[in-house]
């Protein structure tokens, strides 16, 4: 089972609004990623926590602020974005392989800033 | 700068036959190399991984080749099936936490 939940899959907020996105998964894997993608790019890494501690910030504006409540769940709040800040969010959570480590990606969350 | 390239955009093939994918990449710490299919709206999926301590995994229909000295890896799908018209990313990490990846190719399979 490699099931990574996102909550909602759909955002439309105005520059001003105060809005959260969640990520949810129960297979114990204990670092979970927030990535954005724009349309034709790759994904583009946001922030790692690791045993719910926060491990990598890509130098990501404050406006997003990321939250990791328990080893489950991953938020992140979106505060006085900008419209190019509309992208698919993606979470991610990794599991550790014998080869290696392999990350799993939920569906994503389709934000749109007006 | 980019570490992981992926220099073609779209591929397309007839259906039955061969795709080849084709990833390089630029730093040679990176020992973990993965293949995400991604179709529009959805987030990507993983499809297969090798270690660099490999040269070839294979998966069903999936094998991913790794050639280490070229710093290059390909995915090839045979038979290629219209269902796997998608976007692929390759991905490369170095230890834990980090994973670089490329910008994608499309994948059109033609019935």
């Known amino acids: 089972d490699t099931e990574v939940t996102q909550t909602p899959k759909h955002l439309v907020m105005g520059m001003t609004n105060k809005k959260s996105l969640k990520c949810e998964q129960h297979?114990?894997?204990?670092?979970m990623y927030w990535y954005k993608q724009k349309a034709k790019k790759p994904p583009e890494l946001m922030f790692v926590?690791?045993?719910?501690?926060?491990?990598i910030n890509e130098s990501v504006p404050s406006r997003f602020s990321p939250e990791c409540p328990n080893s489950s769940l991953l938020n992140l709040h979106l505060h006085a974005l900008q419209p190019e800040d509309s992208a698919l969010y993606l979470c991610a959570s990794r599991v550790r392989e014998t080869s290696g480590n392999t990350i799993y990606f939920g569906e994503g969350s389709w934000l749109t800033v007006v | 700068d980019q570490q992981v390239k992926q220099n073609s955009p779209s591929l397309s093939v007839q259906e039955g036959r061969i795709s080849i994918l084709n990833c390089d990449y630029t730093?040679?710490?990176?020992?973990?190399f993965l293949w995400y299919k991604k179709y529009p709206a959805e987030g990507p999926t993983f499809l297969i991984s090798?270690?660099?301590?490999?040269d070839k995994n294979e998966d069903g229909r999936f094998t991913v080749f790794l050639n280490k000295s070229a710093k290059h890896l390909s995915l090839h799908i045979v038979p290629s099936q219209p269902g796997d018209s998608a976007v692929y990313f390759c991905a490369a990490s170095a230890g834990f936490n980090k994973f670089y990846f490329g910008s994608g190719t499309k994948l059109n399979v033609k019935p």
């Open positions: 730093n040679s710490m990176f020992d973990y």
């Open positions: 090798i270690s660099s301590i490999k």
């Open positions: 297979m114990g894997h204990r670092a």
């Open positions: 926590y690791s045993y719910e501690k926060l491990s």
